[in-house]
């Protein structure tokens, strides 16, 4: 079993930021496209971002301009910046990493609310 450690979700008011970050481990960190996806409530689960080893990004439509994934290759970790944050993006956040399969953490919730 993969452990992917998630971190950083909570309570943000809309037009706020938040960072999540999630720690792999080291080998299967440095082969893997990292991502995030998301699942709202009643909604299906969709790709919110991802970066492969060699930083290359790509992001859903909903989140574009808003959002941005980084990777740190020496602590193992990958991070989503989220700004502008709208009602929407309320939902569970699930750390990905695809290597061979494709693993998931055990998700952390993100609530945009006033």
Known sequence: ????????????????????SC?????????????????????QREVVARITPGNNTQYGDSVKGRTTISRDNNNHTVYLQMDSLKLEDTAVYYCTAASRELSWGQGIQVTVSS
């Open 1 to 20: 079993q993969v452990q992917l450690v998630e971190s950083g979700g909570g309570l943000v008011q809309p037009g706020g930021s938040l960072r999540l």
């Open 23 to 43: 720690a792999a481990p080291g080998r299967l960190f440095t082969t893997s496209v990292m991502g995030w996806a998301r699942q709202a409530p009643g909604k």
